[in-house]
Each structure stands twice: as structure tokens, then as C-alpha cells.
């Protein structure tokens, strides 16, 4: 890929990139994204959620799962800072705190290919049974 | 906080918090007048002036989750630590304008880290929102503004997967060349 350095670049890469946008518009409809929000108030930052961002940006593109990829506030667990939320398609949010790196590599492969559960999950929105 | 880069990620959080639709970050680093001056600017609901006198204690959050509220008083010591400043201006209504002066030799200084990828985090996460982006060095100057790069993208969303890693390269190239200290 040729280097962008300005936005007359930028216009050039554009129809390169369309057709690839086009393709997959038209396969499917936005609801069947993969919904990751990072938590990235002070106490996240702090903690190495810009990093794990960053990683979830470049790795989800890279591996071609089609997801979105937004920022939310602090919800409240600092201490397992940084903490992300994953929603796949038709299914309950989950809330996985001390992601690193590492972690977001396991999630990615086991939870958002697989759906199988990571440890680590915080029972943000646990329902028992009686409350059902 | 490791370095100056996120802070300023930190501080917009505020910005969208307050519902702003165009949030200005400029970097001017003045190597004759020894400033690093970071301005963040935005278009929000505003701070009270209670609220305001308040925001550098760090036992002040408009938050709910939790009773403290660091991301403010984290920057202050950091650009006090270095013989700089941190102010506030603000308007009910018209929006908010955070100035940090830090000394610019001051070895206390930050490094700025990441800019490129925390501007892209934030134009990717909030698609809604403009950025616009300058970092000079002395009369150099570099000028990202999410109002003309969604022009030259004609319809093609900011947030698109495929448009993220150029949106940092092209910002990373340009700051090459301002020979940021």
C-alpha cells in the first residue's frame, strides 16, 4: 500500500476501499456485528485500555470478524481495570475485566469465534433463575 | 497515566460526555518561550460555576458509579510538576476550554506518546463527533480536521475498519515531520 500522507491520498485509497465496504454491506445487515466497547474513563486509561483497544482494532480487522469497536465511561470496576464489554449478535452483553493483550487474543479466539465463556467474566447483568 | 497522549484521551472523554460535536485538541510547543501548551476546546453543555471552582479536587465526579474523579486533577499535578499550569474556562451552554502549560524542558515533562492512535480512537469510537487535531512546533504546523476527511471520503464512514489504520498513518507522517520534542 502506498503511503497516506495527505487527504488527496486519502481520496485515492477511497475507491479501493468502497468496494470492499460495498461487498460487505450488502451481505449483511449491522445487527450481526460483533459489539466490543472498551471502558475508558481515567481509571481504564490508566490501567492499558488504549493498548487493548488499539489491539482489538488492528487484530478484528486483521482476522476479518466484522465487529464495532467503541469507547464507554468507567462502569465501576476500577479495580479490574481495563474492562470491555462484548456483545455478540442476538445474545447478552458480558463484561470481562484485567484484559491485556493476552486476554483480548483469548476472547477474540474463544468467546467471539467459539462463544465459549473466558475467565475473568464480571456478573454485571447476572440474572438468577427467580429473577427471570 | 504514562504520557501526555492520554490525557488528552482522558479529557475528551469529558467533552462527549457534554455532549460536544466538535472537540478541538491543539499541541503547541514554543522551544524560544519554553511552553508545551495543550489546549482541548469544546462545544458541550458547559460547567456551573460551582461545579467548576470544584473540578480539581479529586473527591469531585459528576459520575454516579463511583466518588472519585481523577482524570483533571491527574493532569494538573503533572503540568504543575514541571512549573506549568492548568486552567479552566467555561459557559453554561456554549462549552469548555482546558488549558495545561507544562515547561518544555522540564525532564518532568511526559513524553506525548501515541498521539496518532488516540486521535484515531476517538474519531473511530464517536462518529458523530468532529475532531479537529493541531500540533505545532514553533511555526510548523499540522492541521487534522474529521470535517475535511469525511469530505474526501465522500459517504465512506470514519469508523470503517479499513479507514482506521490510514487515518493514523496519514497523522503519524505528518507529525514526522514537525520533529515533535
Redesign the interface.
Known amino acids: 500500500m502506498a503511503k497516506v500522507k495527505s487527504l488527496a491520498d486519502l481520496k485515492k485509497m477511497k475507491e479501493q476501499l468502497q468496494s470492499k465496504v460495498d461487498l460487505r454491506e450488502k451481505g449483511e445487515d449491522p445487527e450481526s456485528r460483533v459489539q466490543i466497547k472498551v471502558a475508558m474513563a481515567t481509571c481504564g486509561i490508566a490501567s492499558g485500555a488504549k493498548t487493548v483497544m488499539d489491539y482489538f482494532l488492528e487484530e478484528l480487522d486483521k482476522r476479518s470478524i466484522d465487529a464495532v469497536i467503541t469507547q464507554t465511561g468507567c462502569m465501576g470496576y476500577c479495580y479490574a481495570e481495563p474492562t470491555i464489554e462484548v456483545k455478540l449478535p442476538g445474545q447478552e452483553p458480558v463484561v470481562i475485566g484485567y484484559v491485556d493483550v493476552k486476554k483480548a487474543d483469548e476472547i477474540i479466539e474463544k468467546y467471539i469465534k467459539n462463544g465459549e465463556l473466558v475467565d475473568g467474566i464480571i456478573p454485571m447483568n447476572y440474572n438468577t433463575i427467580d429473577n427471570q | 497515566?504514562k504520557d501526555l497522549s492520554?490525557h488528552i484521551?482522558?479529557i475528551a472523554?469529558n467533552s462527549i460526555?457534554a455532549k460536544a460535536s466538535l472537540i478541538q485538541i491543539a499541541i503547541a510547543e514554543d522551544t524560544v518561550a519554553d511552553t508545551y501548551t495543550i489546549t482541548i476546546t469544546d462545544n458541550g453543555c458547559g460547567i456551573p460555576p460551582e461545579m467548576l471552582a470544584k473540578v480539581t479536587d479529586p473527591y469531585t465526579t459528576s459520575?454516579t458509579?463511583?466518588k472519585v474523579?481523577?482524570?483533571i486533577p491527574?493532569f494538573k499535578q503533572n503540568a504543575e510538576r514541571t512549573g506549568g499550569q492548568l486552567t479552566l474556562e467555561s459557559e453554561v451552554g456554549k462549552g469548555t476550554v482546558l488549558t495545561a502549560v507544562f515547561v518544555h524542558s522540564n525532564i518532568d515533562r511526559p513524553i506525548l506518546g501515541?498521539i496518532a492512535?488516540?486521535v484515531?480512537?476517538l474519531v473511530?469510537?464517536?462518529p458523530k463527533i468532529d475532531f479537529v487535531y493541531s500540533h505545532s512546533v514553533n511555526s510548523n504546523r499540522y492541521v487534522f480536521d474529521t470535517r475535511?476527511?469525511r469530505e474526501?471520503?465522500?459517504g465512506?464512514p470514519l469508523?470503517?475498519?479499513?479507514?482506521?489504520?490510514?487515518?493514523k498513518?496519514?497523522i503519524a507522517?505528518?507529525l514526522e515531520e514537525l520533529q515533535i520534542g
Open positions: 497515566m492520554l484521551l482522558d472523554q460526555t459520575r458509579t463511583r474523579g481523577l482524570g491527574l501515541d492512535g488516540v484515531v480512537i473511530s469510537a464517536n475535511e476527511v474526501a471520503l465522500d465512506l469508523n470503517e475498519p479499513s479507514v482506521i489504520p490510514l487515518l498513518e496519514m507522517s505528518n
